[in-house]
């Protein structure tokens, strides 16, 4: 593998909203290094206006086609993340796409065919889940790979710290409506869960999940969810998540044949069976003893370099074939799981995995042609702080 040092990519960024604005920044900063922003796409000019180094377009199309860039970063609202990203892959140009990969599997399967299909052999395709940067879960998934940890049995994960206002969902009309959004909190916030849930223990067989539908907010999709899964090898877990609730929690629990790991507040938390729990209870002629344990403190530095490490990985990977951290096609297993979640409450059903693509589309249809809802979009009262702080988890 060779370095290109002198090589610098040149990056269009599609959406220059909260989270456009945040990577055109991070790059104009010089936090990325062998990349700038030649371009910027949105219909609001006062929003490319910010960036004047950049050329400015009206259009995530016009941005593709003007031969200014070599790869994009799609920012967008959900539903443009597969059309952008089909246009841009068509063309030949490297494509960085947001969370989630797009809002439902059957888009999904259509972007992934365009990057199958793509002019170029080297096409780059990633995604943007920074949350596979975190060491908290780098290392708790270290262990299961590498086997130290045993078999998986039970996985809790309560996330309840995604905690969003009205003035949040009233700042853009597409917000957590069906036809702008396609979902609530499973497609908006939960990518980068479900993305670490499969990315950590693989995808279920199977879910049945309770979501509420604006049941906190003024929003027609979904603001509270417990979903029950199943996974191959017979292990059971628990997804539980709102946007409604604070201060929330944050605690993913791992129960394995070598213990059981706790990830809360900042800690990872193993403690760790000496014996492995199926050998210990098949060997042991005692009714009521336990393995001894030992309590380890993984030490943990950081939560990593999040979306930096995203973009920077993203660059070296077309400059130099460095792997991908988040390859975009392992995006549909995250927006897979958010549909079946849905799909399950909608069905009152438990659904498995595969889930299928169609179906879940014609659902997502009549959710949009039958929707009566009337969004309210406020006056933007939150500041540029407020939107650091939505990305930091
Ligand atoms: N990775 C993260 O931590 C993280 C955090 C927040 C948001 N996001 C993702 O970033 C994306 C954008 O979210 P946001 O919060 O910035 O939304 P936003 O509403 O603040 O910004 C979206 C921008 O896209 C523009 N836009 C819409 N359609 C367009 C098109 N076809 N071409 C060009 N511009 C278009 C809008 O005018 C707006 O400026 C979403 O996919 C979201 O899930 C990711």
Same mark, same amino acid.
């Given at each position: 593998?060779?370095?290109? =040092?002198?090589?610098?990519?040149?990056?269009?960024?599609?959406?220059?909203?909260?989270?456009?604005?945040?990577?055109?920044?991070?790059?104009? /900063? *010089?936090?990325?290094?062998?990349? #700038?922003? !030649?371009?910027?796409?949105?219909?609001?000019?006062?929003?490319? *206006? +910010?960036?004047?180094?950049?050329?400015?377009?009206?259009?995530?199309?016009?941005?593709?086609? %003007? *031969?200014?860039?070599?790869?994009?970063?799609?920012?967008? =609202?959900?539903?443009?993340?597969?059309?952008?990203?089909?246009?841009?892959?068509?063309?030949?140009?490297?494509? &960085?796409?947001?969370?989630?990969?797009?809002?439902?599997?059957?888009?999904?399967?259509?972007?992934?065919?365009?990057?199958?299909?793509?002019?170029?052999?080297?096409?780059?395709?990633?995604?943007?889940?920074? #949350?596979? !940067?975190?060491?908290?879960?780098?290392?708790?998934?270290?262990?299961?790979?590498?086997?130290?940890?045993?078999?998986? +049995?039970?996985?809790?994960?309560?996330?309840?710290?995604?905690?969003? $206002?009205?003035?949040?969902?009233?700042?853009?009309?597409?917000?957590?409506?069906?036809?702008?959004?396609?979902?609530?909190?499973?497609?908006?916030?939960?990518?980068?869960? &479900?993305? &670490?849930?499969?990315?950590?223990?693989?995808?279920?067989?199977?879910?049945?999940?309770?979501? #509420?539908?604006?049941?906190?907010?003024?929003?027609?999709?979904? /603001?509270?969810?417990?979903?029950?899964?199943?996974? =191959?090898?017979?292990?059971?877990?628990?997804?539980?998540? %709102?946007?409604?609730? !604070?201060?929330? $929690?944050?605690?993913?629990?791992?129960?394995?044949?070598?213990?059981?790991?706790?990830?809360?507040?900042?800690?990872?938390?193993?403690?760790?069976?000496?014996?492995?729990?199926?050998?210990?209870?098949?060997? $042991?002629?005692?009714?009521?003893?336990?393995?001894?344990?030992?309590?380890?403190?993984?030490?943990?530095?950081?939560?990593?370099?999040?979306?930096?490490?995203?973009?920077?990985?993203?660059?070296?990977?077309?400059?130099?074939?460095?792997?991908?951290?988040?390859?975009?096609?392992?995006?549909?297993?995250?927006?897979?799981?958010?549909?079946?979640?849905?799909?399950?409450?909608? $069905?009152?059903?438990?659904?498995?995995? =595969?889930?299928?693509?169609?179906?879940?589309? #014609?659902? &997502?249809?009549?959710?949009?042609?039958?929707?009566?809802?009337?969004?309210?979009?406020?006056?933007?009262?939150? %500041?540029?702080?407020?939107?650091?702080?939505?990305?930091?988890?």
């Amino acid at each position: 593998m060779s370095t290109s =040092p002198s090589k610098i990519l040149r990056i269009g960024v599609v959406g220059i909203g909260n989270m456009g604005s945040s990577h055109v920044t991070t790059i104009n /900063d *010089g936090k990325v290094t062998r990349c #700038q922003v !030649t371009a910027v796409a949105d219909g609001d000019a006062e929003r490319t *206006g +910010r960036f004047p180094k950049a050329k400015a377009f009206k259009t995530g199309k016009e941005l593709v086609e %003007s *031969g200014e860039v070599d790869a994009v970063i799609i920012a967008t =609202p959900h539903f443009d993340h597969t059309t952008l990203g089909t246009a841009a892959l068509a063309a030949g140009l490297h494509v &960085l796409v947001e969370k989630p990969l797009s809002v439902h599997k059957a888009d999904c399967e259509r972007l992934i065919a365009a990057y199958h299909a793509r002019p170029k052999k080297e096409q780059i395709f990633g995604a943007m889940f920074n #949350q596979r !940067t975190d060491p908290h879960y780098a290392k708790v998934r270290e262990l299961i790979v590498n086997g130290e940890l045993g078999e998986v +049995r039970r996985v809790n994960w309560i996330v309840t710290d995604w905690f969003r $206002t009205e003035a949040y969902y009233g700042s853009s009309g597409w917000r957590a409506t069906w036809k702008g959004e396609g979902g609530g909190v499973l497609v908006n916030q939960c990518p980068h869960n &479900l993305d &670490l849930i499969q990315w950590m223990f693989g995808m279920p067989t199977s879910v049945r999940a309770f979501c #509420q539908f604006g049941k906190w907010h003024d929003i027609e999709t979904e /603001d509270a969810v417990t979903a029950y899964l199943e996974f =191959p090898n017979g292990a059971t877990g628990v997804f539980i998540t %709102s946007t409604g609730e !604070t201060p929330g $929690t944050n605690r993913l629990e791992i129960a394995a044949e070598r213990g059981r790991i706790v990830i809360q507040n900042g800690k990872v938390q193993w403690t760790r069976n000496t014996v492995a729990m199926t050998e210990f209870s098949k060997t $042991t002629d005692s009714s009521f003893g336990r393995p001894d344990v030992w309590n380890i403190d993984i030490p943990i530095d950081g939560s990593g370099g999040q979306h930096i490490a995203i973009l920077q990985n993203f660059v070296d990977a077309v400059l130099d074939g460095v792997p991908l951290i988040a390859p975009a096609v392992e995006g549909m297993n995250s927006v897979e799981i958010a549909n079946a979640c849905i799909y399950s409450s909608l $069905t009152n059903a438990t659904v498995q995995f =595969p889930l299928d693509g169609a179906k879940y589309e #014609q659902a &997502l249809q009549k959710l949009i042609a039958e929707s009566k809802f009337v969004k309210k979009v406020a006056k933007r009262t939150a %500041s540029a702080d407020d939107f650091a702080k939505s990305h930091q988890k």
